[in-house]
């Protein structure tokens, strides 16, 4: 059957614009274990488009350019074990904001931090169904 969007993919993806595309995709690929669906470099070897998938949702990003410059954004990702994905976030120099903390009433242990470019992570396990 055909489909209007790719199989396995939302309906809505986040787009990062960045400045060192490649250095944020080498970051998620260890942080979140991302697995690389399709890439597309441009003729100054930079990254004009690449997809990746990070547990269940696909992410694309690219190299900013001069008419599209870089963003910065939040992004909320669930993940298995919330501490040792932070230890792996730092391990790769990213800045923590919040270590995860479970806060009373919350369902969530969630952390946070910064990436290379600028982008807020906010990561959290749910500990307990609410």
């Given at each position: 059957m055909n489909s209007y969007k790719p199989e396995n993919y939302n309906s809505l993806s986040p787009y990062l614009i960045v400045d060192n595309a490649k250095k944020l995709v080498e970051i998620l690929i260890k942080i979140f274990d991302a697995k690389v669906l399709r890439r597309y470099d441009r003729g100054d070897g930079k990254i004009g488009h690449i997809e990746l998938k990070?547990?269940?949702?696909?992410?694309?990003?690219?190299?900013?350019?001069?008419?599209?410059?870089?963003?910065?954004?939040?992004?909320?990702?669930?993940?298995?074990?919330?501490?040792?994905?932070?230890?792996?976030?730092?391990?790769l120099g990213c800045e923590l904001i919040e270590q995860p903390i479970n806060k009373e009433g919350d369902s969530d242990t969630r952390g946070s931090f910064y990436d290379h470019a600028g982008n807020y992570w906010a990561i959290s396990t749910q500990t307990n169904a609410g």
């Open positions: 990070l547990d269940d949702s696909v992410i694309m990003l690219s190299d900013n350019t001069k008419d599209y410059p870089a963003q910065k954004t939040m992004l909320h990702m669930y993940v298995p074990n919330v501490f040792e994905t932070m230890d792996k976030a730092l391990d």
